[in-house]
């Protein structure tokens, strides 16, 4: 029967949903875990290491030791800011910079990348190098040739050692986004260090210990020494120690994976979706055009469970092949993705995981079993009068709990693909509800159709209406399926654009990548003016406030106050406090209201991370100490902050008048264009205090993440787009037996070809337009919800996507109306009625 099924026809619709739901889940599977290893990877690289200890004083031996047990690999530096000075006399010059003392095998993971030409180290160009500095000589910032008026193999002086400019740095992987590390760096050998003098009792020193694992894509072991390590401190009651991971230490690049994955998963999750939808029409349309066949086997003496297991096992043997075949072409498709992103990818992805293959299987299965599986118990109940009788049974409770049960482990096939339970079930939830909202407005629209029959006396118009009426259940189906097939190929398609161009915006290719900070009073205007005179855009001076935090409503701020140890960091060391009348435009109110600035009353903005992390709420009472200068403000609000957009951005935010009297300073930060060079040499040789730090290499990094998710996207809607398709014929398709059957009649009655023909026209275009209108509306619903819940990006919907919708929608069941039914209206009638 299989075989015959299959030379009929019968099951290469279903064999096709089949391949393309498995197809698109493991080609997304494949992907996503390749890609997201890899860029974890790459992250591990910006780090430095896969694990990072920072201490306020040498890291113990014993900790050493254990991550050596543990056949870890280990580079040491240590970190401090000093005055580098260069030249004598009164040519002298000196800058603030951050000083590295690195030891043997640092960076663990990436390389330092050097060059002796300023401009390629300004655009990120240089030679990769896995040594340190040698002794007696230093790798600069590029910024500090201006600032102090020096060349590449002139000498400087760090505390007192004298040392040779060797080489400019382009890249350094551990270099983190904080403003501490964005001040000018040289970096020199760990050897060197004691010869300086400058690390002493009360410096402000940090030693920083890498930790990388042997085998770059088994990270457990650091994972565990990871654990290991966090207990020890504990136990310890040590202080001063932070333990970092990939989320702690670059929280932008972990969150731009996050998103990156949720993507992916959003179109494995579509494309699921609607292949489940294209199985179960399959499946319904295989089980009505085998119901006659049922019934003359029941006459020929097959019991109900021999006709319900011959179909059972047709139906596994189609899932089989389907899921196997499903696994290869995603398999082949997550290869075609792989090689077209390889420019982009720049590194080789980690190895293959069975993990996406299994699931592939098991989905391919569940979703044969849980969509096709009701119409086959619906087979076994075939009475054997249908022979004569064209009646069909109403379904029974099992079938309609086998359709619960079959959705049930969907969804839970669904949570798993997506790894989120927000994302499965916004996607989940946007389809079932679409489902009945769908249904009931298609109901609706019948009824509100069965009104306007007698509106035009076009023949053709009432057939078209009449045919609605006649079939309401196949007609409600019709709408509802091309409508959920429209609304996934809407949001990933118009809605995918908006979604991915906020997603851009957050960090856009014209984001500030120089901040200057150290900005006196007396050289704001200048700044400004230069600034404005090189056609800077929106370079806003702000003003910042060095403060240090002494009490939380009343309470003075001890080492014991915070347990937690960030928060603790967070609490002991200085703010960066500013103020300004107005709220900045990249900031958004997420609690309390924007202060009144009103003299004699101080009023504080704190953005909600810090607030949460350090257990501020609406109302509390926080006091600054500024050089002397001390003031108390309340809490009236708390603000969400896009940390990615490289904008100026500030923990706590003062009103003017309480912070009159504050030691102010200024910084701001903008976008310098590559061939804008000499504006950095201007501002360091006119204002030598001020310090200009360079983040292109960070905005690069994560426009780099970006161009890959997006291509990524790009080329995986392919599966969805053609899940879609396969929806939209299953829909017109369901009902063309009928269709058929009514035309050979009609035909046979005196009606004409051109009669039926407008007729189907109008009848597809009415389906179409409430379809695609319908679509739009949930696509609108749904990306509202995924922009919001999942991506937290500002959502703003077109209304031109309610036209597309309606033109696409009719455009599409017209033309799949007209591929279907054509060859019904060409051939004779009585060979129509004979076929039926």
Sequence with gaps: MTLRDW???ELRFLLVALIVAVSALCGVGFFVERMRSGLERDAHQLMGADMLVNSDGPVPLEWREEALRRHLLLADSVNFPSMLQAGEGEQSASQLIMAK????????RGRMKVTTSREDALNGIGQAVSYEPRRGTVWLDPSLLGALKIHVGDQVKLGDKTFRVAQLIAQEPDRGPTMASLAPHVLFSLHDLPETGLVATGARVSYRMQVAAQDINDMRPVAAYAEWLRDRVKADNVRGVRIETLDDARPDMQNTIDRAQRFLSLVGLMSALLAAVAVAMAARRFMLRHLDACAMLRCLGMTQNQVALMYLVEFLLVGLAGSVLGVLVGLG?????AASLAPLINTELPPLSWVPAAHGLATGMVLLLGFALPPVLQLRNVPHNRVIRREQAAPQPMVLATYGVGALAFGALLLWQAGDLQLACIIAGGFLGGFGLFALVGWGGLVLLRRLRGASSSQSWRFAITSLQRRPGATVVQVVSLALGLMALLVLTVVRGDLLAAWRQATPPDAPNHFIINISPDQRDGVARQLARAQVPEATLYPMIR???????????????YAEGRARGLAEREFNLSTMKDMPATNRIVAGQWYVDQPGRAEASVEQGIAKTLGWKLGDKLRFDMAGQVVEATITSLRKLEWGSMRANFFVIINPAAMAEAPTTYMTAYHQPPRATELTNELTRDYPNLTIIDVSAIIRQLQDVLDQVVQAVEFLFAFTLASGLLVLYAALMSSTDERRREAGLL?????????????????????????????????????????????????????????VGLVVGAACAVFGGWLGLRNVLNQPPLQTLREA
Excluded: C, D
Aim: hydrophobic share 55%; net charge positive.
């Design 547 to 561: 403060g240090r935090l002494v009490a939380v409503n009343g309470k003075p701020i001890t080492a014991q106050t």
């Design 101 to 108: 003392a690195m030891s043997e095998l640092f960076p663990l």
């Design 747 to 803: 035909r046979a009655l005196g009606a004409t070809r051109r009669q039926l023909s407008r007729a189907q026209w109008i009848e597809f275009a009415l389906v179409g337009g409430l379809a695609g209108l319908l679509a739009a509306t949930g696509a609108a619903a749904l990306g509202w919800a995924l922009a919001t819940y999942q991506f937290k990006f500002e959502w703003s919907f077109s209304p031109v996507v309610w036209g």
């Design 333 to 337: 498709a997550h290869y075609v993705l």
């Design 7 to 9: 030379r009929a026809g």
